[in-house]
């Protein structure tokens, strides 16, 4: 009795936690390359081991999500520029070592997942991601933030986890833009 409780408690969560993230189903690539595009609304590529994305990936313009994490990717293919209404983009644990410019092309997104990557710097584009809510960097050791950061006027959160910054950094992070809720280390004590 008590496991039959147990599971459906469980069940009742993971279905509220994935009606909260999306009103779509995830297909898996393999499910997904044949299926008519407009009828997909989000795609996992995860560790499928990419170093690149394929081509057929581009006929499907009405995508709202893309999970690419866990591959091999160190750039994203101009087409991306084409995905007019992707929402969310997961790019966790690549091999991006420059911020992928296509990005800014999205104007849609609202959540961007980009920890464990290497690239050390954000571009001041940034701020052509008008509608970027969520920003994930957890362990990207971003070395300094443009100015025109401040200018995502929508963003709720920002995870900056998995790097000590120093406490100056933080506080000017948090006084540039007091409506963002910062995830970040303890700060360190170190020379900035």
């Known amino acids: 009795m008590k496991k039959n409780a147990a599971l459906l408690s469980i069940l009742f969560i993971s279905n509220l936690f994935f009606s909260q993230n999306s009103n779509y189903q995830i297909y898996k690539w393999i499910e997904a390359k044949d299926a008519f595009p407009d009828t997909i609304f989000a795609i996992s590529?995860?560790?499928?081991?990419?170093?690149?994305?394929?081509?057929?990936?581009?006929?499907?313009?009405?995508i709202k999500e893309?999970?690419?994490?866990?591959?091999?990717?160190?750039?994203?293919?101009?087409y991306f520029s084409g995905f007019h209404q992707l929402q969310k983009l997961n790019l966790d644990k690549n091999k991006l070592d420059t911020f992928p410019n296509v990005i800014f092309q999205l104007q849609q997104?609202?959540?961007?997942?980009?920890?464990?990557?290497?690239?050390?710097?954000?571009?001041?584009?940034?701020?052509?991601?008008?509608?970027?809510?969520?920003?994930?960097?957890?362990?990207?050791a971003i070395t300094s933030f443009p100015s025109s950061f401040s200018n995502l006027t929508q963003l709720k959160t920002i995870d900056l986890r998995g790097v000590t910054y120093g406490p100056k950094l933080i506080k000017h992070l948090k006084d540039t833009m007091p409506w963002v809720k910062f995830e970040y280390e303890t700060p360190c004590t170190c020379v900035e």
């Open 45 to 62: 590529f995860e560790k499928l081991k990419l170093d690149s994305l394929p081509t057929e990936l581009a006929k499907f313009t009405s």
């Open 66 to 78: 893309i999970n690419l994490g866990k591959n091999y990717l160190k750039t994203l293919p101009s």
């Open 109 to 140: 997104l609202e959540t961007l997942q980009l920890s464990r990557n290497t690239f050390e710097t954000l571009p001041e584009e940034i701020d052509q991601l008008k509608n970027l809510k969520h920003l994930d960097l957890w362990s990207v």
